[in-house]
């Protein structure tokens, strides 16, 4: 896991995060801060050591924690989120040595993590996919009642 601590230690992660949370800062749903990587991440390898899916650890840990690095730049300048992230993520995930092909899934899976439709195309990308939405509380949130989640997207229960 050295290359994961290397994402979290990576001044541009950093530099995203804080600039994330100070655009949240108000926000009243669902927030895209450590926590809800580290949950997505966990959720993702969890799901991965159940189903006995050939992810690795750190490659899920990477895409889980670098999926919303874009969010800032979506909310500053409208890119979409996925789109603005794969591209600070490929930076970040050189910096830390991931090969050429773990970059390539990781990015994939981080382009194609808000579509179900395109998430389904690569196992990374899917599961990633699944865990960024299992990984909401919505039954305990104050703001579930003026969400615009679809009813069915939100979870009443606890899932994985």
Same mark, same amino acid.
Not at 26 to 51: F, G, K, P
Not at 57 to 79: F, M, N, P, S
Not at 111 to 139: I, M, P, T
């Given at each position: 896991?050295?290359?994961?601590?290397?994402?979290?230690?990576?001044?541009?992660?950093?530099?995203?995060?804080?600039?994330?949370?100070?655009?949240?800062?108000?926000?009243?749903?669902?927030?895209?801060?450590?926590?809800?990587?580290?949950?997505?991440?966990?959720?993702?390898?969890?799901?991965?050591?159940?189903?006995?899916?050939?992810? @690795?650890?750190?490659?899920?840990? =990477?895409?889980?924690? &670098?999926? /919303?690095? #874009?969010?800032?730049?979506?909310?500053?300048?409208? !890119?979409?989120?996925? @789109?603005?992230?794969?591209?600070? =993520?490929?930076?970040? &995930?050189? /910096?830390? #040595?991931?090969?050429?092909?773990?970059?390539?899934? !990781?990015?994939?899976?981080?382009?194609?993590?808000?579509?179900?439709?395109?998430?389904?195309?690569?196992?990374?990308?899917?599961?990633?996919?699944?865990?960024?939405?299992?990984?909401?509380?919505?039954?305990?949130?104050?703001?579930?009642?003026?969400?615009?989640?679809?009813?069915?997207?939100?979870?009443?229960?606890?899932?994985?």
């Amino acid at each position: 896991m050295e290359r994961v601590n290397q994402i979290i230690q990576h001044e541009v992660f950093i530099r995203e995060l804080k600039k994330l949370m100070r655009l949240e800062d108000e926000r009243i749903y669902c927030r895209h801060d450590i926590d809800h990587l580290l949950s997505v991440a966990r959720i993702a390898y969890i799901t991965a050591l159940e189903e006995q899916l050939p992810l @690795k650890k750190d490659i899920i840990y =990477a895409a889980a924690l &670098l999926h /919303d690095v #874009g969010r800032a730049a979506q909310y500053e300048t409208g !890119i979409p989120h996925e @789109k603005a992230g794969a591209r600070t =993520a490929e930076m970040i &995930l050189k /910096d830390c #040595g991931f090969s050429g092909e773990e970059m390539d899934e !990781i990015l994939n899976a981080i382009g194609n993590h808000r579509s179900k439709e395109n998430a389904q195309e690569a196992l990374l990308a899917k599961v990633l996919y699944d865990a960024d939405k299992k990984s909401r509380a919505c039954f305990a949130c104050r703001a579930q009642a003026s969400c615009d989640w679809p009813i069915e997207k939100k979870n009443f229960s606890i899932r994985r």
